[in-house]
């Protein structure tokens, strides 16, 4: 799985570059629909919650005197019905072409901290790569494409990328299994990051670069000073975590 801290990140160089071997299928995205999961599972758990007193009185006499209307499975239930929704639709969807190909995986630009969690309990050893880049050259590119610009707007980009770009550093520190690479770090052609790329997909540093020598789609336009400025105001100290 690749997943980006935002839109115009880099995630579909990463997918190149994966798919540069014949017998990997890195899908594209799907409008974050592990978001959706998410806001079942913490609805579902909040409504446990409330009323998780309606189970004890209930399964205690099973008593029809009281209101059964709210009455829910205990949490491990909920948990394993979750999961193995989750992972039902994600193996249903790329079932595909899955003779195909040894490996397959997806990229995604719009997870956080939850949606990433909640995979992880789904697939507990897949490799995870946590790609971020500077928020100011996102924005840059971002401004000279006006689909992404109007579908993030600045000031919901700028705290969607401090929330998520702290979350992946932290992940990436708890989870063995979770890479962080900076998109400029690919760019530069820095080695540890060629390295893990290598050896995720099994590529060699030259099938890696010749897909890195391959621009597409790329677009950049300068921003207002004061939108730069309000980046590094509440970006700053996230910032300061990979020398931006």
């Given at each position: 799985m690749i997943s980006a801290v935002t839109?115009?990140?880099g995630?579909?160089?990463?997918?190149?570059?994966?798919?540069?071997?014949?017998?990997?299928?890195?899908?594209?995205?799907h409008f974050g629909?592990?978001?959706?999961?998410?806001?079942?599972?913490?609805n579902t758990t909040a409504f446990y919650n409330r009323h998780k007193g309606t189970r004890k009185l209930?399964?205690?006499?099973?008593?029809?005197?009281?209101?059964?209307?709210?009455?829910?499975?205990?949490?491990?239930?909920?948990?394993?019905?979750?999961q193995t929704s989750v992972r039902t639709f994600i193996n249903e969807l790329y079932a595909e072409k899955r003779n195909s190909y040894d490996k397959i995986g997806f990229k995604e630009v719009r997870y956080g901290k939850e949606e990433l969690n909640l995979f992880r309990k789904c697939f507990p050893y897949t490799p995870i790569i946590l790609l971020v880049r500077n928020p100011i050259d996102i924005?840059?590119?971002?401004?000279?494409?006006?689909?992404?610009?109007?579908?993030?707007?600045?000031?919901?980009?700028?705290n969607e990328w401090n929330s998520r770009a702290k979350d992946y550093y932290e992940l990436s520190q708890k989870d063995p299994n979770m890479y962080l690479i900076k998109y400029e770090d690919i760019l530069e052609r820095k080695p540890n990051a060629l390295r893990i790329i290598s050896k995720l997909g099994d590529l060699s540093i030259n099938q890696i670069n010749n897909v890195i020598g391959k621009k597409i789609s790329s677009t950049s336009t300068e921003i207002p000073q004061i939108q730069e400025k309000r980046i590094r105001d509440i970006c700053g100290e996230t910032m300061k975590l990979f020398g931006y």
């Amino acid at each position: 799985m690749i997943s980006a801290v935002t839109q115009r990140t880099g995630s579909t160089l990463v997918q190149r570059i994966f798919n540069e071997r014949k017998n990997t299928l890195i899908w594209g995205e799907h409008f974050g629909a592990l978001t959706d999961f998410h806001n079942i599972y913490k609805n579902t758990t909040a409504f446990y919650n409330r009323h998780k007193g309606t189970r004890k009185l209930y399964f205690k006499n099973e008593d029809t005197g009281i209101s059964t209307s709210c009455l829910m499975p205990d949490m491990s239930y909920i948990e394993k019905a979750m999961q193995t929704s989750v992972r039902t639709f994600i193996n249903e969807l790329y079932a595909e072409k899955r003779n195909s190909y040894d490996k397959i995986g997806f990229k995604e630009v719009r997870y956080g901290k939850e949606e990433l969690n909640l995979f992880r309990k789904c697939f507990p050893y897949t490799p995870i790569i946590l790609l971020v880049r500077n928020p100011i050259d996102i924005r840059k590119s971002m401004n000279g494409s006006a689909w992404s610009r109007n579908e993030n707007p600045f000031n919901q980009f700028v705290n969607e990328w401090n929330s998520r770009a702290k979350d992946y550093y932290e992940l990436s520190q708890k989870d063995p299994n979770m890479y962080l690479i900076k998109y400029e770090d690919i760019l530069e052609r820095k080695p540890n990051a060629l390295r893990i790329i290598s050896k995720l997909g099994d590529l060699s540093i030259n099938q890696i670069n010749n897909v890195i020598g391959k621009k597409i789609s790329s677009t950049s336009t300068e921003i207002p000073q004061i939108q730069e400025k309000r980046i590094r105001d509440i970006c700053g100290e996230t910032m300061k975590l990979f020398g931006y």
